[in-house]
Each structure stands twice: as structure tokens, then as C-alpha cells.
């Protein structure tokens, strides 16, 4: 007894030492044991804290691939690629190196489908609106970081799909006018994909990238923590606190939610398991089959397909072509007509003005420099629309333009109630709409161009209305949100 | 089913008539053969020896240590006096002796690293392994060819029939027939053996699968024991999942 007690009394001794020079105990009681969350989390709410542990997984398999990655693009003695021949040489020489390439091949895309539901959970719930647009936005730009560093990482086992998918993706640069070009010679740091870019593509992927993503991660929680978690009920639990302070509805997150996550992180980490030891290749969409031939510059696959966590944007790129522009110009002027007339925030209507001014001019007249009137070309009479920007620029506007949308949500947003279950039908509507939508993009953008549903319905139109769908998802919120038939919300949250 | 197919047939029907072209079958490749593969030692073997010695002389498998192959019942010794040729040590890589400029000289083309290749061969038709499985029993005589042969399956490919000497040599017939669309399609309509080999069809349909079997094996050797570890694996976590569930359940009593 004696001697627990000595030990228990100089373990305080030593927090006592940290406090004073470090607010140790007082982050403990912030973050965790003092931060009070809603009780009534439910299913949605587990994939913040598994996004939090795929990082941490990808960090740490990240170090060990690269004390024995080389990113190298020259030909060893066997004819193969170093960076090539230096992943196998992982995932036969190095001891338990094929688990540790698996779980970073497969935790990338894991990534993605934790981040998507998260994501998702904020559309159901209301997670973006105020006070939350700061949370919100530090998402949106790890969503963006994590595109970025997924895109980096697919390059480096320089297979055919990563030479081929980073030759596509940076040529798009080309389609900015004017820089485009050079632009995308300075990305490269070659005229093709190279040894150059390999080696850029790596720094990016290894430092870049991660230390903004973990300044992301922090920033969003700080945010989080400061102005609490929402909940499946979208109401406030701050509007109800007791005699000390503490919210009626609100639990400590530790232990609760730590208890809680680590049941999640036992059902995430069986999923996990199942492709890790069973199907790593993921039926080919999370290691592509074709790249597994060493990349090589002079054969030009038949299909250069992203891998399946980008597809829905790059659907709407390849849907985007000069026979769908007339459509989409008219259906993004009328969206972006209506979002002007629903939305009370200024700025949205000044960004609306100028999204329909800029679709003008790009259309019917800007050439490089000139803002020339537009022609009265057989355009208008429906021959041709060709002589603003051609169909590829817009398509790579539309698919930075789609990713960025998300981060307009808290301003387009005008409904009455945060969460889904006091939303009405026509926001329920449009929000399946959207799903179906998402998945359809996503599905198409994995087959090759012609493709057909059951070798009957043509791929194209479907993407072409899909496209309009997700936009209107968007574009249309400020309008059907403010009329949409709304229940009362409760005044606590309810029991689940 | 029936039902679901005349529903099909009249929507086949109804887009045809009303003139909207009909999309072929997007990435639809020639049809493949399912591949027996098999991961017995004696199999694996048999297409370890096959490999060594038809394939390795054009075609590295630079990944694959000599060593790797203890894992599939064989002794370093045995490796040494049966299946190294071309190195000194069991630690080495299948390493080929062919120089790739003079290979390119011969064939036009650097016979490929084996060592991934029935990875790489995947697709939505099946796996590589049927793929290479339909390749190696599909090469015909074609005097058109810098090298007098041909594939089915590859046309124009570059390399001569390996094995040869055990299928012997096959005859390909072409027929041409009209699509109904007014396209003109060339099928196989059948292969014939004209000159037999060493073995018969059954024969040498039983070697490629061991060493089309052999070839998968050695695009990840042990991905038997990343199964059996999986098991393993899952039921550890499961206990852990039963257990934390438990800890939950314990520590939410009090949360009404």
C-alpha cells in the first residue's frame, strides 16, 4: 500500500512539473475529458474518429514503404523499372513488407469511403451550417489535400495506370488559357511524365502534402472543440446546461466516445482485414490490374481509368463534351438563376452574376485576350458553338468546379432545420437524387467511354444527366431548402 | 429469369427501332478459358520446371529469388542442381541471359519481366491466369509472321511458340461472317493440331495449367499464408470487437 501510494504521489509530483511548464492536464480536460458531445450519436458519427485512424495508419506503413521505396523511373539490369522492381522488392524481400504495402494501398482507399460517409453524415445532419462553416471548410480542404496526396502516391509504383493517369490528369493543365501549357511543363518538370516528375510527385507525397494535411486535421478539430459537435437532432445542446455549466444533453467525450469508437474501430478494422488478407487487389478497383505492367511511355493503354475514389469528378469531365455544352450552359444559367433569386447571402449573388457572365463570354466570345462581342455564328441557330474555350477547359472546370461546390454549402443552405429528420420530402428527394447520381458518376467513370448499362442504355446521356443532377443538388438548395415542408425541431435532442 | 430476359429483348427491340444506335459491349475481349490452377507442391513444381526451362531463357522473373521456391516443397540443393542455370547462388534473381538489345533485334520487342505478369493480365474477363491459360494453348501457324507463328488471342505477337515442341503445331480457321449490321467479324471458328507434339492435347492442356498455376504462384509466392494469417487475424479482432462492445455496453448503463 505504502509503496502504490509513493508511486501515485510522485506521478502527481510529475504532472504537477509538466503543468507548470506545459497545460497538459488542462488539453486532457478540453479535448477529451471535460469536452461534452451530444448523446445521441448514431451510426453516421463513427467515421470522423476511423478517418483519424486511417491517417495514422497510412502514416505509419507511409514510413516504412519509403525506407524502402526508390523513386527511380531509369531501368534496372532486368529491363524493369527501379520504382517498379523497389515495390515488389517490398512485398517479397522486406520482412512483413506485403501486409505493410497492402494496408497503405489498401487504407488509400479507405480513406475515401471514411470520408465520403463522413462527409455525407454533414449533408444528413446539417453538420456545415452555422456555426459550423469553419469546421466545414478545414474539411473541405483535407478532402482536397487528400485528392492531392492520393494522386501523388498513385504515381510512385509506376505502374501503367499511374504513368498513364498523371500523364492525363496534368495534361488537363493544358486547358487553362494562356499559362496552361507552360503550366504543365512546370508540373512535370518534362515534356512527358518522367524521372523528374517521379521524384516531384514523391517529395509532394512524402512531406508536402501530409504536413498540410495534419495542419488541416488540427484546425478542424480546434474548430470542432471550440464550438461543439452537432448531432443527428441538428439542435444545440449549448441552449441546455445544468448548475455547473455542463450541456443536459452532453456526455464527456472519454470515456463514452473513446469507448464507443474503439468498438467502431473493431468493426473498421475487421472490414479492413477481410481486403487485406483476402482481396488486396479489391477486384481491381483499389490496385488496378493494368498496373501492374511497368509503366512504359510508348504504349498508350486502351483505357486510362482513375482509380474508382476520383471517377465521379472525372465523369463529369469526360461528360462535359462541345455537343453537351449548349445543354449544360443553359441548365447551369437557370441553376445559377434561381440560386441568385433564393439565396439571402450577397456574396453567393455576386458569385452567381459573375459564374453566368464568365459562362457567357466563354461561350460565345473570349478568345485568349479579347473580350470580343459574341458572333453571330450558325451557333445560335444550332450549328456550332466553338469559338470561346473548347469543351476540354470547361470540363476541367466543371470537375475542379464539382469539388469545390461542397464548400458553398453553408451559404446555400436556407432550410428552417439542420438534420434530415425535420427536413421535408423535397429535401429528401433531391438528396437521393444526388446519391444515385454520385454513384452513377462514379460506376461510369470506371468503364471505358461506350459504355452501355446491360449493353442497351448509353453511358453518356446518363452521365450527362447525372452531371445536371449534381449540380443542382447544389445550386438548386436555396430555393428548395426555403420552400421544402419542414417538421418543428425538438427543443433537446431525442433518445435514439 | 425468362421474364427478365423478353423484358431485355423488347428493350433491345425498342431501341433498335427507334434508330438509336446500339452500343457494343464496351471492353468486351475474346472470351477466355478458365484456368485449373492448382497450389500443390507437385503442380507448382512441374510449372516451376516447365517455367525454368522454356520460359527463362527470354523472359526474366527479376523478383523472384531461386530461394523463393523452398516455399513450395523444393530444397535448396534440389533448386541448385535442377533449376539454376543461369546463376550461382540460390539467393539470386531469375535473371535472363538474353541481352534486351539483342532480344529486341530478334523478336522487335524485349520479352517482358515475368515476375507480375499474370497480375498485370487480369481484367474483367477473367483472371491472368486464364489469360495466360487461353494464351499458351492458342499460337498457330502463320507464315505471314516474322517468326511463322501467330496468336488468337495476341494477334501479332511477337513471341515464337515456346512450347511447341510438346503441343506441336496448330492450324488456325478463320470464318468471316456479316454482323447483321452490315460489319464484317472474323471468328476462330476452330484450332487443329496438324503436326502433333510430344504430348496430347490433355497432356500438354495439364502442363500449361502447371505452369500457368506456377506463374500465378510466383505474382505474390505465399499468398496462401496471407489467407491462412487472415483467419487468424479476424478472429483476434473479433474478440477484440465482442470485448470493446462489452466495455461500451458497460460504460453507457448510466447514459438514459
Sequence with gaps: MTCCKIVTDKAQQLLGWVDERFPLTTLYREHLAEYYAPKNFNFWYFFGSLALLVLVIQIVTGIFLVMHYKPDASLNAAGVPVAFASVEYIMRDVAGGKFIRYMHSTGASMFFIVVYLHMFRGLLYGSYRKPRELIWLFGMAIFLCLMAEAFFGYLLPWGQMSFWGAQVIVNLFEA??????????????????????????????????????????????????????????????????DANGIPLDGIPFHPYYTVKDIFGVSIFLIVFAIIVFFAPEGGGYFLEFNNFFPADSLKTPAHIAPVWYFTPFYSMLRATTSDFLPVLWAFVALIAGL????????????????????????????????????????????????????????????MGGSVMLFGLLPWLDQSPVKSIRYKGPLFKTILTLFVISFVLLGFLGTKAPGYAFFGLIPGGPVAAICTILYLAFFGLMPWYSRIDKTKPEPERVTSK | MSLLNKLLAAAALAVTMAGVPMVAQAAGGPALDKAPVRFDDASLQQGAKLFVNYCLSCHGASSVRYNTLTQIGLSEQQIKDNLMFAADKPGEQMMVALRRDDARKWFGVAPPDLSVIARARASEQGSGADWLYTYLRQFYRDDSRPTGWNNVLFPGVGMPHALWGLQGEQEAHFVTKDDGHGNKVTHLESLEIVKPGTLTKEEYDEQVANLVSFITWMGEPGQETRRSMGWLVLAVLSVFAVVSWLLKRAYWKDVH
Design chain 1, 176 to 241: 487553362i488559357p494562356v499559362i496552361g501549357p507552360d503550366l504543365s511543363i512546370f508540373i512535370r518538370g518534362d515534356f512527358v511524365v518522367s524521372d523528374a516528375t517521379l521524384n516531384r510527385f514523391f517529395a509532394f507525397h512524402v512531406i508536402a502534402i501530409p504536413l498540410v494535411l495534419l495542419g488541416l486535421v488540427a484546425a478542424h478539430l480546434i474548430a470542432l472543440h471550440e464550438v461543439g459537435s452537432n448531432n443527428p437532432d441538428g439542435v444545440e445542446i449549448k441552449k441546455y446546461k
Design chain 1, 339 to 398: 440560386t441568385f433569386r433564393g439565396t439571402g447571402c450577397v456574396w453567393i449573388k455576386r458569385a452567381c452574376l459573375l459564374l453566368v457572365a464568365g459562362l457567357y463570354w466563354g461561350f460565345f466570345g473570349l478568345t485568349v485576350f479579347g473580350f470580343t462581342p459574341p458572333p453571330i455564328d450558325p451557333v445560335v441557330l444550332g450549328v456550332h458553338l466553338g469559338r470561346g474555350l473548347d469543351a476540354k477547359f470547361w470540363g476541367v472546370a466543371m
